[in-house]
T-cell receptor, first 114, second 116 residues
């Protein structure tokens, strides 16, 4: 079975500070990895994804993530956050042998303070 | 503009009533999905459909039903058999099921269902 763990339910940070949102996964097969962002009472928007190739993936809104196979992690980072980055962030995986079923972590709420 | 619409945005239901949530997409996507979101939890898959007139149960299908009579529409019915239906429901679509993870799932804005 696959699982995705986001240990931090909430991450408070001051504006213009760097941030890292942690994501670890477990799977018996190789997976593709995704980060989604959800603003209040809205649907999810894809931030970035890792399918293959370079382990450092750049996404929208200045976010990036690094795939670490040995540590089974896919942490999301931004060097300088803005108030508008306040949202819920979800890490998700898809098994390579079942390329439709997204398995989500429980989410991390990023709270950016002025 | 292409996208996914869900209606209504907020829905209230009395216990024992069935209610249907609408999901429409004009992206010409073959695959559509329904997810349930509860506070402090990630999304869980209720049902998915790869093509018209075909759909499959996800992880938490009990108490729900769907239909896929048209490519652009995938309504979800929350039946009285669903014991805890209060949640945020999200519809998504993708070009297809296959594609080595490259078929991004696009999400609608969601419907918040509250059982009174």
């Amino acid at each position: 079975a696959q699982s995705v763990t986001q240990l931090d339910s909430q991450v408070p940070v001051f504006e213009e500070a760097p941030v890292e949102l942690r994501c670890n996964y477990s799977s018996s097969v190789s997976v593709y990895l995704f980060w989604y962002v959800q603003y209040p009472n809205q649907g999810l928007q894809l931030l970035l994804k890792y399918l293959s190739g370079s382990t450092l993936v750049k996404g929208i809104n200045g976010f990036e993530a690094e795939f670490n196979k040995s540590q089974t992690s896919f942490h999301l980072r931004k060097p300088s956050v803005h108030i508008s980055d306040t949202a819920e962030y979800f890490c998700a995986v898809i098994r390579m042998d079942s390329s439709y079923k997204l398995i989500f972590g429980s989410g991390t709420r990023l709270l950016v303070r002025p | 503009d292409g996208g996914i619409t869900q209606s209504p945005k907020y829905l209230f239901r009395k216990e024992g009533q069935n209610v249907t949530l609408s999901c429409e997409q004009n992206l010409n996507h073959d695959a559509m999905y329904w997810y349930r979101q509860d506070p402090g939890q990630g999304l869980r898959l209720i049902y998915y459909s790869q093509i018209v007139n075909d759909f499959q149960k996800g992880d938490i299908a009990e108490g729900y039903s769907v239909s896929r009579e048209k490519k652009e529409s995938f309504p979800l019915t929350v039946t009285s058999a669903q014991k805890n239906p209060t949640a945020f429901y999200l519809c998504a679509s993708s070009a297809g099921l296959a594609g080595a993870g490259q078929n991004e799932q696009f999400f609608g804005p969601g419907t918040r269902l509250t059982v009174l």
